[in-house]
């Protein structure tokens, strides 16, 4: 992700919406994991991983 610095006068702030809605669907995803990333590692202090998922199949006698 590039870093980009913008100063302006609070008056004449635009909208974030806007900036977002510029960007590409693919650039939007990439940058939501981004910031997922970040928080897990904040708040967990770990990268996350897949959780295990377990099937219990009942199986008649033969």
């Known amino acids: 992700m590039e870093k980009v ?28 994991e981004q910031i997922r990333q970040e928080y897990h590692q904040y708040k967990y202090n770990a990268q996350p991983r897949l959780q295990r998922v377990y099937t219990i199949i009942k199986r008649q006698p033969s």
Do not use: A
């Not at 609070?10 to 939007?28: H, L, M």
């Open 5 to 32: 610095i913008i100063k302006t006068n609070i008056k004449q702030q635009t909208s974030d919406f806007q900036y977002w809605q510029q960007q590409t669907p693919k650039k939007r995803l990439e940058t939501l």
